[in-house]
């Protein structure tokens, strides 16, 4: 169950590169949490701590201007790599709740809205612009995901497109497990079909012959 | 009308479409694993919801596992807990599991096919993003994250938006000591680290029909590596002999019926796809990485590249923060790189004829001093079949570790990891920074390459050995 998202104003930081992949989101050390919370302390942990632990002065949240950031933007390819959602849980753990970006990986796209962190895609002159006002001064920004804009407090304006569907599903903050299972009577209708008609894709039982590799 | 191999499959599996956006597709097979799935079974616990479909649902353990002797605890506590924690989560919902100490236990990627789970015209999905390689049987497979994992789990369906689709078409002999690692690594250059972001791929064309099923599954394992969650090649011959006899396939007329039917999965004359790409293999080199994604790759007989020849500034800004990250001077021969460490595994090229060929390269030849050479099969009954073939003990003669299966330094979750600094030729799929452990630096590269380079201490033209 994700909370409804609501529009909101929020510090930017910029993260000026492509491929942010989610090793670098969340290092594989702090993947063996067995639970959804905790994980802020560890964002970008590699970018943001040298070898004994301190913070790199010269990454961007670590900069006092941008402490405080709820918004990031990057430019392309933003959460590519492995499928770990905890990458998703350390951005919105640590309080970014949306990331502006030219374009983002498929899998962490889809990580990213069941947890009701919004990422919005817009053109890469539109990033350039964003990422060179957050650069030179303080850049605060206002979310409308209903309007489906960014707002500038001075008037500039980012119209984006989202999936329809996500973005109902981020407003009204469903419990998607609960909304499939009202296909329940379908998926039960598909499962005896597939029974008849694809005998074979059920798991046959198991063989107690040798195991073989090749 | 003409169908694509990928929409035969995916029409298949459609229980509902909602009138814009995703459908409700039926998950015929789902992997999973200790890192990735604690959460979801919280969030089941949590909502009183039972797994809908045990029978379809297999774990193993493989992403933090220990690699030394599985007689010893997992001194790891963490670690530990997670497994523990996977080992209760099978047993109250009735799922199987192979755990460290079954036979059957490996990388999921490496045991869904041997154990003939993996089938065509199935979907299958895992909380990890090199799920991709099941398409080498013709199946859609992609990668899952937890959310996702938990929905699977109590509904045995997932909502996806049809992807658009993509065909490689890949002519040409690949030419001696070139590998299907190798053509992937080409593929990705060729589209970018992002380029089958929204795409499935299908890889077709002689070149392709020509692979073996191992060589297949490396190919659709890396597609993920240039954006695409899947990956996918039709079935043929090749395919239903691997399959038969697997201890969970069809057995018998059963198995005889489905063959039938997977012959008929492929792409029909005439089908439209989204995007073409072309691809001739008879010129692709052995290919290293010199950066931090996949994409920045080249021949072995070429030259780490020089940040002035990226036009795009960021692009420019992102290769001299790899320069830097791998510590290469601009101009420096591939072939003069030398390296620590060699990891030879993974789900991408921990499979046994990934480790035959690089046993033939390492035979009667010994590691270089000062490199730390590592064997991990991708499953034990890889392994196990490795020693029996002889092939544990060329490595191990040759000064290599000898390890028991797992991701390893993959992804460097259990002890196998680089210091920093330390630098491995490595048959994984992940070269970003910290990959293998804070401050490692990767080279991706195939089974022989890596072999060669133990041998070498430095990367070599494999081409030029003698090794049969």
């Known amino acids: 169950m994700i909370h409804p998202f609501k529009t909101f104003t929020g510090l930017v930081a910029p993260l000026d590169k492509d491929n942010v992949d989610t090793d670098q989101i969340i290092p594989k ?12 302390n560890y964002l970008f942990f590699n970018w943001r701590f040298d070898e004994r632990g301190e913070p790199r002065s ?22 590519c790599g492995s499928s770990r959602e905890h990458a998703v849980w350390a951005l919105l753990d640590y309080g970014i709740k949306t990331v502006i970006a030219e374009s983002f990986a498929d899998i962490f796209y889809n990580n990213a809205y069941k947890n009701g962190l919004l990422l919005i895609t817009l053109k890469p002159e539109e990033v350039d612009e964003i990422i060179r006002k957050a650069t030179e001064n303080t850049l605060y920004l206002t979310v409308n995901l209903e309007e489906q804009k960014v707002l500038e407090q001075n008037g500039a304006e980012y119209r984006f497109e989202i999936p329809k569907f996500i973005k109902e599903r981020l407003l009204a ?20 079909r597939m029974k008849r008609m694809r005998p074979w894709a059920i798991p046959a039982k198991p063989t107690k012959k040798a195991p073989q590799s090749s | 009308m003409a169908k694509t191999l990928f929409e035969k499959i995916w029409d298949d599996h459609v ?7 995703p459908v409700l597709l039926y998950v015929d097979r789902h992997y999973i694993h200790e890192v990735t799935s604690p959460q979801a079974f919280e969030g089941l616990r949590l909502a009183k919801r039972r797994v809908r479909r045990p029978d379809l649902t297999f774990a193993t353990m493989d992403h933090n596992v220990p690699t030394t002797s599985r007689l010893i605890p997992v001194s790891d506590q963490l670690a530990a807990l997670q497994m523990a924690a996977l080992e209760k989560n099978c047993a109250e919902y009735g799922i199987t599991l192979f755990s460290l100490s079954s036979p059957y236990n490996g990388i999921v990627h490496v045991i869904g096919p041997e154990l003939g789970l993996t089938l065509p015209g199935l979907t299958i999905v895992c909380g990890d993003s090199h799920t991709s390689t099941h398409g080498a049987f013709g199946s859609i497979a992609f990668g899952i994250g937890t959310s996702e994992v938990e929905h699977v789990l109590a509904t045995q369906c997932i909502w996806v938006e049809k992807p658009k689709l993509m065909e490689v078409v890949v002519e040409g002999s690949l030419q001696r000591g070139v590998t299907a690692k190798d053509l992937a690594l080409s593929i990705i250059k060729k589209i970018g680290a992002g380029g089958g972001t929204g795409y499935a791929i299908e890889y077709r064309g002689e070149t ?36 038969r006899g697997r201890k969970y396939a069809p057995k018998d007329s059963a198995f005889e019926e489905a063959a039938e039917y997977w012959r008929t999965l492929k792409t029909d004359q005439g089908a439209v796809f989204d995007k073409t790409v072309k691809i ?22 070429g030259v780490v590249p020089h940040p002035d020849e990226f036009e795009d500034p960021v692009e420019r800004k992102a290769v001299e923060r790899a320069l830097q990250y791998m510590g290469l001077k601009p101009g420096t021969p591939i072939t003069e790189i030398k390296v620590d460490r060699v990891f030879i595994g993974s789900c991408t090229n921990g499979r046994l004829s990934d480790l035959e060929a690089a046993a033939k390269v390492v035979k009667g030849r010994k590691v270089a001093p000062g490199v730390r050479a590592m ?23 040759a000064g290599f570790e000898w390890r028991e299966s797992g991701c390893s330094m993959c992804l460097g979750m259990n002890q196998d990891i680089l210091a920093p600094g330390e630098r491995c030729a490595s048959t994984s799929n992940r070269n970003f920074e910290g990959r293998q452990g804070p401050g490692g630096r990767t080279h991706l590269v195939s089974p022989i390459m890596a072999a060669a380079a133990a041998i070498a201490g430095r990367f070599v033209d494999v081409r030029e050995w003698s090794f049969e």
Request: glycine share 8%; net charge negative.
């Open chain 1, 173 to 192: 903050g469903l419990d998607e497990i609960g909304n499939t299972l009202k296909h329940e009577s379908k998926i039960s209708e598909y499962e005896s």
């Open chain 1, 29 to 40: 050390q702090f993947l063996k949490l067995i639970e959804r919370k905790g994980f802020g």
């Open chain 2, 375 to 397: 064997v991990v099969p991708g499953s034990q009954m890889v392994k196990r079949e490795a020693e029996e073939r002889g092939l544990a003990k060329i490595f191990k003669e």
């Open chain 2, 15 to 21: 229980i509902y479409q909602e009138e814009e956006g």
């Open chain 2, 208 to 243: 392709v029909k020509g692979l073996t099923m191992d060589e297949r599954m490396t190919l659709c394992n890396l597609s993920i590596e240039a954006g695409a969650r899947c990956g996918l090649i039709a079935p043929d011959e090749k395919t239903i002999n691997y399959l």
């Open chain 2, 280 to 301: 001739d293999a008879s010129p692709i080199a052995p290919q290293v990485t010199w950066g931090t994604t996949p994409a920045m790759v080249t021949d072995v007989t």
């Open chain 1, 58 to 79: 010269d990454f961007i949240l670590n900069q006092q201007k941008y402490k405080k950031a709820s918004i990031l933007v990057s430019r392309a390819n933003f959460g």
